[in-house]
């Protein structure tokens, strides 16, 4: 079992463009979710999603993020538009419904 | 919603020394307790965990109590060696509502020799 997949690991991107951050849970888990971490501090949550769901998305901010798990594929956390303050590792997590396995993050960098 | 409030930020023991890392929650619903040591540029990664039905859990140098009375839960690490060198999240959360985890600010261990 290959664990939590995240990548990239480390993305950079200009004010303006455009962030996607991918993510692949474990084998098995159907629950997915995306927290972020800013420098030198928690883990805050940001959204819950299962498979075509988004269970839980009161942590994401209301414009420019947006998240998704297809029924094929990875889960994507999208950034649009990015600021400097978009600048932060992002960490997905995945469960079989209890529990949590992270993935090792991409750290974010806006220049 | 909950709120997780962790003390200390920094922690700086002697090799060999305990440290005891605490944290108090709000939500009385929380009943799932997990500890997270990250080092520098890594993952959180799960290093111990207790549910509200039981008051203490050991796992070597390792152990959490939990009070659920008075809604606090504490991490301690005796025999401390380099390695335990991180940073420390406690975390809490509702199991069956959405598995949401709340996290602590996080403590700063430093082991020193």
């Known amino acids: 079992n290959a664990g939590v997949m995240q990548n990239p690991r480390h993305l950079v991107r200009r004010r303006g463009q455009e962030a996607r951050l991918r993510c692949s849970p474990m084998?098995?888990?159907?629950?997915v979710y995306w927290y972020r971490q800013l420098p030198e501090e928690g883990l805050k949550f940001m959204v819950y999603?299962?498979?075509?769901?988004?269970?839980?998305e009161s942590g994401m901010p209301k414009e420019r993020f947006s998240a998704e798990f297809p029924k094929e594929g990875p889960s994507i956390l999208r950034i649009q538009q990015v600021v400097r303050g978009d600048s932060a590792a992002y960490f997905c997590?995945?469960?079989?419904?209890?529990?949590?396995?992270f993935g090792s993050g991409t750290r974010l960098t806006v220049v | 919603g909950e709120n997780v409030e962790q003390h200390p930020s920094t922690l700086s023991v002697q090799e060999g020394d305990s440290a005891v890392i605490k944290c108090t929650y709000s939500?009385?619903?929380?009943?799932?307790f997990p500890w997270y040591k990250q080092e520098l540029g890594k993952r959180p990664q799960l290093i111990i965990d207790?549910?509200?039905?039981?008051g203490e859990k050991k796992d070597q140098r390792i152990a959490v109590t939990l009070n659920k009375t008075a809604k606090h839960f504490s991490l301690h690490i005796t025999e401390t060696q380099p390695e335990d060198s991180a940073v420390y999240f406690c975390?809490?959360?509702?199991?069956?509502?959405?598995?949401?985890?709340?996290f602590g600010t996080g403590t700063q261990l430093k082991v020193e020799l």
């Open positions: 997590a995945s469960s079989p419904g209890q529990g949590y396995t």
């Open positions: 084998k098995g888990h159907s629950h």
């Open positions: 999603l299962q498979k075509e769901n988004i269970i839980d």
């Open positions: 939500d009385s619903a929380s009943n799932y």
């Open positions: 207790i549910r509200s039905n039981v």
């Open positions: 975390a809490a959360m509702v199991t069956g509502g959405g598995n949401k985890l709340t």
